[in-house]
């Protein structure tokens, strides 16, 4: 079996630095008996010649690999604060809420009266002008003081 010798003009597999992938190129400088530089036949960028590797694993030896674990469905966040607000609201005493006011100020568990989500239990002060409220219907931001 005899090698043949490459010389500048002959086509070679090289890595492209361009195109990212395994593709002809021409060899444009050698230094030796080695490939110096080359351009790229799909793209036309010339660059340092980088061997082909060997062809990846076999899609046989791929599917032989740990199949990957099941994923876990998440929690919905909703639902999440449905279950907290069913918690707390047997506890509520409506007669006892404050009406929300966009001017008031609040801290974490007072009791609310809003005009379009109901009943709500301040949750946290998010800021110097935002609270944090459970409405049956979820968390809401609210302006406040």
């Known amino acids: 079996m005899s090698k043949t010798t490459l010389s500048a003009g002959d086509t070679i597999d090289s890595k492209c630095t361009r195109c990212r992938a395994v593709t002809n190129h021409t060899i444009v400088a050698m230094v030796g ?47 999440a604060d449905r279950e907290e ?8 005493q409506s007669d006892r809420a404050l009406s929300y006011d966009m001017d008031g100020q ?14 709500g239990v301040v949750q946290q002060v998010a ?6 409220v459970l409405f049956e219907c979820g968390k809401k931001l609210l302006r406040c003081g």
Do not use: Q
């Not at 046989?60 to 994923?71: E, F, H, M, T």
């Open 33 to 79: 008996d080695r490939v110096a530089r080359v351009e790229c036949n799909t793209c036309g960028g010339v660059h340092n010649y980088r061997e082909a590797k060997p062809a990846e694993k076999t899609s046989a030896a791929k599917s032989a690999r740990k199949p990957a674990a099941p994923r876990r469905s998440r929690k919905d966040p909703a639902a």
């Open 85 to 92: 607000w069913a918690t707390l609201r047997p506890s509520m």
């Open 106 to 119: 609040y801290k974490a568990k007072d009791l609310l009266d809003h005009p379009v989500f109901g009943l």
């Open 127 to 132: 800021g110097p002008r935002k609270i944090e």
